[in-house]
């Protein structure tokens, strides 16, 4: 039986390719605006549509009880905005993020803003076993800078942004894989697979 996955609709955004690439890779989606839902979720995706403020504004009423379920084990997988929220704060917006991960999200101090393209996450964590060519597709104006151990994995844009990162059974990522071709489908692959052992 594939793995249910519940794939959160801030509002903003189309989730379209998330959601195929998703099921491409096996998973049952099942998409929801009702953020009170995440919580009885048995997987959960916070997809990469949305600014850090008008994304927030959904998830605050119920993000003691989000963060609760990441904390007991809950399999998580946040791209770009989704990843951001998960921090305690953003330079982006004046709300507070989830605070599941310790720290904020900061602008990109580089020559280009913002980044968007391809580039190369280097990283030694099982979620990127067998993805021969780890080029992903970036879109971002900022990025999460972690205070603790959750960073993994990184990517060279005008030196190294954290761009890949863990705490218990949740994952972030700054890149796109829903957009990263074969890279993007192996790595969501991947993702299924640790969330599944999850249960």
Known sequence: MS??????????????????????????????EDMSLLPEADCIVLPGVGAFDKTMERMQPFSESIVSRLQAGVPCLGICIGMQVLFQESEEGENPGLGYLHGRVVRLQTPRIPHMGWNQVISDDA?????????????????????????????????????????????????????????????????????????
């Not at 249910?4 to 998330?18: C, F, M, P, Q, R």
């Not at 700054?174 to 489908?185: D, I, M, N, R, Y």
Request: with cysteine; net charge negative; hydrophobic share 35%.
């Open 127 to 199: 979620i990127m076993n067998g993805i021969s060519d780890p080029h992903f597709y970036f879109a971002h104006s900022f990025h999460g800078q972690p205070e603790d151990y959750s960073d993994i994995g990184h990517t060279d844009y005008y030196g190294k942004i954290p761009t890949l990162f863990r705490k218990g059974n949740t994952y972030g990522t700054q890149f796109h894989p829903e957009k990263s071709s074969t890279a993007g489908l192996e790595f969501l692959s991947n993702f299924l697979s640790f969330a599944e052992g999850c249960q």
């Open 3 to 32: 793995l249910k996955v519940t794939l959160a609709d801030y509002g903003v955004g189309n989730l379209h390719s998330i959601r195929k690439a998703m099921e491409l890779c096996g998973a049952n989606v099942i998409v929801v």
